[in-house]
């Protein structure tokens, strides 16, 4: 089971993932993408590992999700955006390797067997048109692999205001 949870910055998608996920799990999984770019982004990165109490199993990682063995767990991977950041970056832009490596991933996870993976997601397409060619690229990689995710999950939830829409399923 793949569920999809999109929407905007600070709209109460991770949130409602973990309260997902502790719903559905005594034990979930939290994998989480981000790359630590900065000092200041490992401090985000702290404040979000103090937020999980005992319960969650923390993992760390920035790009190859197929390597975690998923099999008969409850996981959250948050989020797209810095994962997708990390293709891109590594890739240098290249919106089609980025996609075709991320939809193997994405492929890889999905076909594991006994397995509930929350995927947490931006719609950075609805704000404000990225004002540089490289930003414009960004865009377009984050919508094409929403999509992608989104035909392949059973559940879709767009968060809005902290509310949670039901989009599929």
């Known amino acids: 089971m793949i569920y999809l949870i999109t929407g905007g910055e600070r709209s109460g998608k991770s949130s409602y993932a973990e309260d997902l996920a502790k719903k559905l799990s005594d034990k979930p999984v939290y994998v989480a993408t981000a790359r630590k770019w900065d000092d200041d982004f490992q401090k985000r990165i702290d404040r979000h590992q103090k937020d999980r109490d005992e319960r969650w199993t923390n993992i760390e990682k920035e790009k190859h ?38 939809k193997a991933e994405i492929d890889a996870i999905a076909n594991q067997q006994n397995t509930t993976i929350i995927i947490v997601t931006n719609e950075i397409g609805m704000g404000i048109h990225a004002e540089t060619s490289i930003g414009r690229k960004f865009t377009e990689l984050q919508g094409w692999m929403n999509q992608y995710i989104a035909q392949n999950a059973e559940k879709v939830v767009l968060m809005v205001s902290g509310i949670p829409v039901r989009i599929k399923g």
Do not use: M, R, Y
């Not at 959250?76 to 997708?84: A, R």
């Not at 990390?86 to 980025?98: A, G, P, Q, Y």
């Open 65 to 102: 999700l197929s390597e975690i063995d998923f099999s008969g767990k409850v996981a959250i991977v948050d989020c797209v955006t810095l994962w997708l950041t990390n293709f891109f970056v590594d890739t240098k832009n290249d919106v089609s390797l980025c996609l075709e490596q991320a």
